[in-house]
């Protein structure tokens, strides 16, 4: 009869699974701050071309996801999906 892995195994319990979520996190971080530093467009006006409509505002980095961070009149917004683009600073 065929078990499941997680109903084997269990789930992570103890130092053994704090240790994994942490080395995880460790890991998103490095990678944000890569990309950080490879971001052209971050401090820069940009108009986002996204699914749910297009946003203008300052591009603010990339957070640990990947998306662009975008700091518009209405708060920082996330996007994953779309087309950045340059625009002339106001």
């Known amino acids: 009869m065929p078990v499941e892995r997680g109903r084997l ?9 704090r240790g ?3 080395l995880r996190a460790r890991g998103r971080d490095r990678r944000a701050r ?9 401090g820069q006006a ?5 699914p749910a409509g297009v946003v ?5 980095g990339i957070d640990a996801g990947g ?3 975008v700091r518009t009149a209405a708060g920082e917004r ?5 087309e950045a683009t340059l625009r002339a600073a106001p």
């Open 9 to 17: 195994a269990g789930p992570p319990h103890g130092r053994a699974g």
């Open 67 to 69: 998306a662009l961070r």
């Open 78 to 82: 996330c996007f994953v999906a779309g």
């Open 34 to 42: 890569a990309l950080g530093a490879l971001d052209a467009l971050q």
């Open 20 to 22: 994994a979520g942490a």
């Open 56 to 60: 203008e505002g300052v591009a603010a």
């Open 46 to 50: 940009v108009r986002v071309e996204a």
